[in-house]
Each structure stands twice: as C-alpha cells, then as structure tokens.
C-alpha cells in the first residue's frame, strides 16, 4: 500500500502540473553541449575511449514514424552521434509485445542490449533478481538527472535502494473519441457503461467501426479489463486482496467484470479480427478516423495530436459500471524504463549516453508535442506551444485522479500474468461462462504462487 500511496501522489503532484522546472531549457544547441559536455566531464572513460570505435545497442519500443517518442529519438541519437563521432547508437526498435519476447530469449542466453526496455515493479524484478541489469544511480547522479523525475516515480523502477531504469512516461487511461463520428452516429459520451454499450450498438448498426483495439499484444486487453474490474470492485485493490489472500479470483466482483467486458466484446465493439492487430496497428485504425473510440493510456495523446484526427478528437473517463466505481479513479501507468544491461562492454560509455538522453528528452517531448504524461518534469506553457484542447483535457484530467491500479503484469508474477493476458485475448475469439475465466485465473494464481 506504502507504493500505491507514493504513485498516487506522484500522480497528483508531478503530472499535475503544466510548467515545472526541468532540464533541458534554453535552446537545443544550449542543452545538448552542456549534458553531453557535463557527462564527459565527469567521466574518465571518455578520456581513455572517446577514439574507439564503440557501438551501443539501444532497445526500445517506438517502432512507429508517425509517434513523436520515435522521432524525438531519431533527434537525440542523431545529435549525440555527431557530438560523439567515434560512436553508433543501433537502434532495435520494436512493438511491445515483440521487445518483451525478445528481451525474455536474451535473458535466457545473458545477451541483454547494451539499452533495454522493461516495465516497472514486478514486470522488472526478476531480471533485477538475476543480476542482469546494472544500478543507475551514478548515472542519475551526474548532471542532475534524478532531480528532473517527478517525487517518488523512480521508487517503482528500485530494489534493495538501488535504482535499475529509469522510465519514459506516467500516464492514466483514459477513452479518446472522434467527435465527427459521434455526431455522424447521432451519439453522445456515455456516462456508464451500460451507455457505452449503447453507443457501441448504435455505431455498429450505422456502419461505424465502434472502438479500435491492439489485442495481438495481449496487454492492451488487459489494461481495458483492468479499469473495468477498478469499477466493479468499487475501488482500487483488488489484485492486493488477492495477493494477501483476502479475496480469490472467483470473487464477483471479478466475475462481473468478465461479465462487462464480454458485453462489450458482444457487442461488436472492437474491430474484425482484433487480435491479428498489434498495438500500433490498432491505434492507426483511430488516428486515421476508422474507428470512432479507443481506450489507452494517455502517452498516445502525442500521437494522436500528430495525425490526421488532430483538432476532431475529445477524451472522457471510464464510467461507472453497474452504478460501481468512481471515474476520478484511473488506471495509473508508470511507464516502460530504460535498463542497461549489468555485463555491457561499454558500460561507461552507455551510461553517458542515456544520461544525455533523458537530459534532453523533456525539452525534445515538448518541442514536439508529445510531453503530455512523460514522467520527467517539463518546462513549458503547453498551451502557448500549440497542444490542442484534446491535449489540455488530458493534463486537467490529472488534477482528478483520487487513486487507481496499476496493470495486472506489473502487479502480479509473469506466471500469474501469462495466465491472465491469454485468458482475456481469448473472450476476443469466443464468448466464455464468467465462473470459468474466474476460475482459469485463480488456478494460474495458485499454481504460480506456491
């Protein structure tokens, strides 16, 4: 509980606020010569190694050219490259589903990229566990790195008082909506979800593809089922309860979830053959206007402000089911950090880099609209800047968070989450007798936590 009180009040004092003091202000050529400099400065390895030829393998997951994290990446590579002209970022950039798998076979063969990505709490521990990733807190020491993350967010990525990654974001889930095919559709904002499922049946019957979904990568269902089961338990904790053993799988306010999100499933809410669709495929179905709503986590607000919905697009909270649950509680999601692996070649040398990028990567966020829900503090007046009113929503959304979950694969161990994101990918194919999912997942619980 001491963890979920420290993000929700990361979430209520950091995110929060539209213009706080970070790095990275002042112009570009400003901010890049002064943390790479900084970074030399301080380092001997960059005396004894700056003529060798040295590569560093950056994993990562912004596969897609139309999402600003992509191109705000491209940008600091390629500067940092031409400051450093003896050394090559590669970039491995893949979708998160494909960058997990991956990242599981390298584990297994202890051939971590120099730059990884893993996820916070009990998604990066096992890998902690196994020694494969080194502690950062010499890098987060040097140039002030660790004052530009907001309060307490990096607790989520530090174990035995170390800390082993540093991430990219801190988001809530929310649901985007077209507003031109709301008004095509003749339908307004739900304010329960038994409206929504109205809503859903009335585009469907108009020839509006309702809700787009990514569900080859299993964990966008999930993080949907998710905030139902928030609504449905009346509060957050449920998976907490499970673990202390105070509630089971089997208990009905999991079943009706499964319940809820099968009605939604049934009533052709999300694309054909949504699980053939990876997470970027099922977002482009919104961001080019084929699909009218899409719930995810609000770091797709950067995205979709690029694309070609920008200016026709509104956001609302998930509502209440069943008359249950407070909308003001949200799915809250650290994001994905970047690790270094423990036995790098060129551990100095990466350190340095990641160091210059995340220096640099709230000043480029913003510059590119895409600084909405990042987890470093940003400099800036949004509104000035250009962030569409969508965008603004978002941010004053924030100042509503009351409190919320975290992910199930972030909260419970792989196995339990294995388990989990199978079974719910599979009510995408077929419609299944709640009592059973419940029970699947209490036996996967069971079985992985003896």
């Not at 919905?309 to 209440?320: A, H, I, L, Q, W």
């Not at 970047?338 to 210059?356: Q, R, V």
């Not at 250009?386 to 603004?392: H, N, P, Q, R, V």
Request: aromatic share 10%.
């Amino acid at each position: 509980m001491a963890k979920m009180s420290k993000l929700l009040s990361i979430v209520l004092t950091g995110t929060l606020a539209l213009s706080l003091t970070a790095c990275g202000s002042g112009n570009k050529e400003d901010s890049g010569s002064s943390a790479s400099g900084a970074a030399g400065s301080n380092s001997s390895t960059s005396d004894t190694s700056k003529d060798k030829n040295i590569t560093i393998t950056f994993q990562n997951i912004y596969p897609d050219p139309t999402d600003p994290k992509n191109k705000i990446m491209n940008k600091i590579v390629d500067q940092y490259e031409k400051d450093h002209p003896n050394i090559k970022i590669e970039l491995d950039s893949l979708n998160t589903d494909q960058q997990k798998l991956k990242l599981k076979t390298q584990a297994a063969s202890k051939e971590i990229p120099d730059i990884t990505v893993v996820n916070p709490a009990a998604q990066m521990q096992p890998f902690v566990d196994a020694k494969l990733l080194a502690p950062l807190d010499d890098m987060l020491a040097e140039n002030g790195l660790k004052d530009t993350f907001q309060d307490g967010l990096l607790d989520w990525y530090s174990f035995d008082g170390s800390t082993y990654a540093v991430p990219d974001g801190n988001n809530i889930g929310v649901v985007y909506y077209n507003k031109e095919l709301f008004e095509k559709g003749g339908v307004k904002v739900p304010s329960t979800f038994e409206e929504m499922v109205d809503v859903v049946k009335t585009l469907k019957s108009k020839g509006i593809q309702p809700m787009a979904i990514g569900e080859k990568d299993t964990w966008t269902g999930s993080f949907l089922f998710m905030n139902m089961l928030l609504r449905t338990n009346n509060g957050p904790g449920f998976l907490k309860d499970v673990l202390d053993k105070k509630k089971t799988f089997e208990d009905p306010a999991f079943v009706e979830a499964v319940d809820a999100f099968q009605n939604l499933v049934q009533a052709g809410a999300f694309q054909e053959g949504a699980t053939s669709f990876d997470y970027n495929a099922g977002e482009n179905l919104f961001k080019t206007g084929k699909a009218a709503m899409y719930y995810m986590g609000t770091w797709a607000t950067g995205g979709i402000e690029s694309s070609s919905v920008n200016g026709k697009v509104g956001v609302f909270k998930f509502p209440t089911i069943g008359g249950k649950g407070n909308p003001d509680e949200f799915m809250l999601a650290p994001g994905s950090g970047f690790a270094i692996a423990a036995d790098s070649k060129h551990l100095a040398e990466t350190k340095e880099f990641l160091n210059y990028f995340m220096l640099n990567f709230p000043k480029e966020a913003f510059e590119a609209k895409g600084a909405v829900g990042i987890g470093q503090k940003v400099d800036g007046d949004f509104k000035a800047a250009g962030y569409s009113d969508m965008a603004m929503d978002v941010l004053n959304m924030f100042k509503d968070v009351k409190g919320g979950d975290l992910a199930f694969d972030n909260t419970m161990n792989p196995g339990t989450a294995q388990v989990h994101l199978s079974s719910i990918q599979n009510l995408f194919a077929q419609k299944k007798n709640s009592a059973d999912v419940a029970k699947e997942h209490q036996a996967g619980f069971e079985d992985n936590n003896q």
